[in-house]
């Protein structure tokens, strides 16, 4: 069966201070790993597509990276205003929906 | 240009009521899907609508039904409602190559009672 875990479930971090975002999958045949932002209450906001092992993708102070495995989201110098949940989701062969992890809350403090 | 549009943003419904949610998908984009986000976790899909049909669906029960019209716009119906149901629920727009990024919009809160 087709899984998506991100970890960890929530991080704490202070401002400036340099962290990464886990997302492993498990699926058969992937076509597309994309990343979102979650503020509370709201829809999901897209950030970024990956498609390939070895491929990046940067915006501002975010970059993602992908694997056969797992993908990173790493965060530099985070502000408050990067705290947010932080949602994997995987498209697969032959379907078009996205499978999503439970997402990362991530909490920046001044 | 507008984003993907949902209404209405909040919605307090009895027990064995029914419901229904709509969604204007982005500029340019002729594929809607439905997804249901319980507190705490990850969006779940329930299905997804392409061409007025539905193309694919999620593991959801028939009281959960849909429809899109030639505009592209489309609904979500639940109905006999449960206390479950509860939830916000979120439309995503899409090409229908199925090779794009999908655009959520801001969601329509759903409270059971």
């Known amino acids: 069966e087709d899984q998506v875990t991100q970890s960890p479930e929530a991080l704490r971090l202070q401002e400036g201070e340099s962290s990464s975002l886990n997302c492993s ?14 503020d509370p209450g709201k829809g999901p906001e897209f950030l970024f597509t990956l498609y390939s092992a070895g ?16 993908s990173f989201l790493h965060i530099t110098a985070p502000k408050p205003e990067d705290s947010a949940t932080y949602l994997c989701a995987v498209r697969t062969r032959g379907y078009n929906k996205l499978i999503f992890g439970a997402g990362t809350r991530l909490a920046v403090h001044p | ?40 976790q990850g969006p779940q899909f329930i299905f997804q609508y392409y061409e007025e049909e539905e193309r694919q669906r999620g593991n959801f029960p028939d009281r959960f039904s849909g429809h899109q019209f030639p505009n592209y716009s489309s609904e979500l119906n639940v109905n006999a409602l449960l206390l479950g149901d509860s939830a916000l629920y979120l439309c995503a727009s899409s090409t229908g190559s199925g090779n794009t990024e999908a655009f959520f919009g801001q969601g329509t809160r759903l409270t059971v009672v």
């Not at chain 2, 909040?10 to 500029?27: A, N, Y």
């Open chain 1, 55 to 70: 491929e990046e993708k940067e915006k501002e102070r975010l970059k993602a990276t992908l694997t056969k495995k797992e």
């Open chain 1, 25 to 38: 999958y498990t699926v058969s045949g992937l076509r597309g790993l994309f990343w979102y932002r979650q």
């Open chain 2, 1 to 40: 240009d507008a984003g993907v549009t949902q209404s209405p943003t909040h919605l307090i419904k009895t027990r064995g009521q029914q419901v229904t949610l709509r969604c204007s998908p982005k500029s340019g984009h002729d594929t809607v899907s439905w997804y249901q986000q319980a507190l705490g």
